[in-house]
């Protein structure tokens, strides 16, 4: 025998029933977990001072070791080694009396139950009979629930009051996937411990050490691969490594790996990226193609090209995040390549896009073609300019003049095109297409040189509801002969801009570039004329002798101040029309 336990000679080996990498090397004492220092700091503090706690919840995703930790704290609080070690500890060194028994989960004193299969209230009350009596051989009775979310509400209420003041010699430890289904009440009667993921480095390093153990030679690309499949799980990352080494039957390689895992070749996928970015689509649609064919899943690959979207992402904005051992000198340096190359928006925008295309390829029928459109997508819309960034180019542009077509797009072309910068391909805006018919010519009527000119003229052309929706839901953000920039309040009916662009052109012979804004621009006219009458009313409040008259009379109220006409002064705001009246307004219904 070694000293393991195993036995080490060939008919031993022969004769043993083979145990999975994931149960063979199962951590024994807190220093075999890996990634969980915190816990263990905690757990250390506490048993050196004599802080135990009577119930412990251990939290997590699959895999990081919740019922193994259990195992470990089990024995931790029975750890005895008679005449030298009578008390709980974290140091365990050498086996106890116990130890063995404990973590192979046949000890009489520690009972695991699994909450997935018990989950009613008999089985509690079980729990709850036997912990009055004293445990056989231990210091502790110990039970471990498993899945412990998946106890029913009677079961849960029903542990309440012995979770909270269990006999001296009962200690508890629960372990979940769903910490979210188990009651507050059961959580603030434990003490709780978050298992952390593991990270894919540490899951290299792991690996890379079993393999020694085993004598098994094993590629560092496909430990990498296996480490990054397992998504910081160390059990799925030993059970991908058993069917590697199977699958292998010898060396264990990248390309083994990467056709048991369905990936794709990574300098293929970072090929695929650049193709798509540079809005290649032939060269994209083949290298896809190319990949399914050798047996990559189409949705994989789009997996794959949103982990190097943001990869390139991270390497752009926190310098040394290519320093991952995880990440393969192809990734590592490609990655920092492009990220000097490409824009932020660009990036964040082909993320939102993979995403929503991962989970259309996983539900298409034909997973290869929905990836294909994913990909159609991703090229031509990867660097479309922002709509800050359209409103700009609108803006920057000169407004037509005359008779001129608003757009007149290259002879031989659908539109115009407009280059997205940082490499990028070049997008087409589609532009409206002149029209056939022969256009009378209109014959200008007015001239304005500000917008409440505008305004004016309308009332005085008798279009009253475009006047009353200028002065109610346009806030102005820029005037310029030929080009009004302007933002609209939520109330703005949809065809104002259109109607007032028919207006200007047929008052003032000319086609006007109608912008609509993103910035707030200033108030409204209505708000203005508010602004003032509310002013007026205060200055009116204040004044001695209507306040003596207000005193005098309780219960009035100032509705309205009117200024005379014989004064020089008048209501209505500098350069704007009145107020439109209600009734013209009928009449011209």
Sequence with gaps: MDGTGHDSTAAGAVNAPYRVLARKYRPKSFADLIGQEPMVRTLTNAFKTGRIAQAYMLTGVRGVGKTTTARILARALNYAIPGEVERPSIELDRLGEHCAAIMEGRHVDVIEMDAASHTGIDDIREIIEASRYRPAIARYKVYIIDEVHMLSKQAFNGLLKTLEEPPEHVKFIFATTEIRKVPVTVLSRCQRF?????????????MRGITASENIAVEDDALRMIARAAEGSARDSLSLLDQAIAHADGTVAADIVRT???????????????????????AGLARLKALHEVGAEP?????????FTHLVTRIKVAPGADEDEALSEEERLRGKEIAGK???????????????GIDEARAAPRPLAAADMVLVRLAHAADLPTPDEALKVLRDSPPPRGDAPAYDPPSGSGGARM??????????????????????????????????????????????????????????????????????TPQAPPTL?????KKLEQWTGQRWMIAVSRETGEKTIDEVRQSARDQMVSDARADPVVAAVMARFPGAEIVDVRVRADENETAALPDMAPLPDPEEMNEED
Excluded: C
């Excluded at 505008?454 to 009353?468: C, F, I, S, W, Y």
């Excluded at 801009?497 to 662009?501: A, D, I």
């Design 299 to 307: 949705a994989v690959v789009l997996e794959d090209l949103a982990a």
């Design 260 to 282: 048991m895992l369905g990936l794709a070749d990574r300098a293929a996928v970072i090929d695929l990226f650049e193709d798509v970015m540079r809005g290649d689509v032939p």
């Design 194 to 206: 978050d298992l952390r993921r593991i990270e894919a480095s540490r899951l290299v390093e792991l």
């Design 419 to 488: 280059s997205a910068g940082n490499g990028g391909p070049a997008l087409s805006m589609a532009r409206p297409a002149p029209s056939m018919a022969p256009r009378a010519a209109a014959e200008p009527t007015a001239r304005f040189d500000s917008f409440a000119a505008l305004v004016a003229h309308a009332g005085v052309a008798r279009e009253l509801r475009l006047k009353h929706a200028l002065e109610t839901y346009v806030r102005l953000v820029r005037f310029e002969t030929g080009k009004l920039e302007i933002a609209l």
């Design 497 to 501: 801009t259109g109607e007032l662009s």
């Design 342 to 356: 490409i824009s932020l928006r660009a990036l964040t925008r082909a993320w939102q896009m993979l995403l929503k």
